[in-house]
């Protein structure tokens, strides 16, 4: 059994900053791909940004050169550094092991204009 926990969500104004961090259990961490994705009310959830265990990175279109992935294997955390926050960054962000059934709770940040 795999648990995330995410943590370090908020309120920010935009053109601030915020660091998401997930925590997980479980030994699957160093051997999978990880994921931030979002969901924004009333919209559908939202591939953000993956990180291969070899530290390859992908991100959508709308937050390259803002969010930047990155992950510890031997501490099995993988976090999100979102800079230049927009309002349209506002949504809840959920940590996932991809290709699994493995979600996190989910984050709330708010960006405020």
């Known amino acids: 059994q795999v648990q995330l926990v995410e943590s370090g969500g908020g309120l920010v104004q935009v053109g601030g900053s915020l660091r998401l961090s997930c925590a997980a259990s479980?030994?699957?961490?160093?051997?999978?791909?990880m994921a931030w994705y979002r969901q924004a009310p009333g919209k559908q959830r939202e591939l953000v940004a993956t990180?291969?265990?070899?530290?390859?990175?992908n991100y959508v279109d709308s937050v390259k050169g803002r969010f930047t992935i990155s992950r510890d294997n031997a501490k099995n955390t993988v976090s999100l550094q979102m800079n230049v926050l927009k309002a349209e960054d506002t949504a809840v962000y959920y940590c996932?092991?991809?290709?699994?059934?493995?979600w996190g709770q989910g984050t709330q940040v708010t960006v405020s204009s």
């Open positions: 996932h092991v991809s290709l699994t059934n493995y």
């Open positions: 479980g030994s699957i961490f160093s051997l999978n791909t």
């Open positions: 990180i291969t265990r070899y530290g390859t990175t």
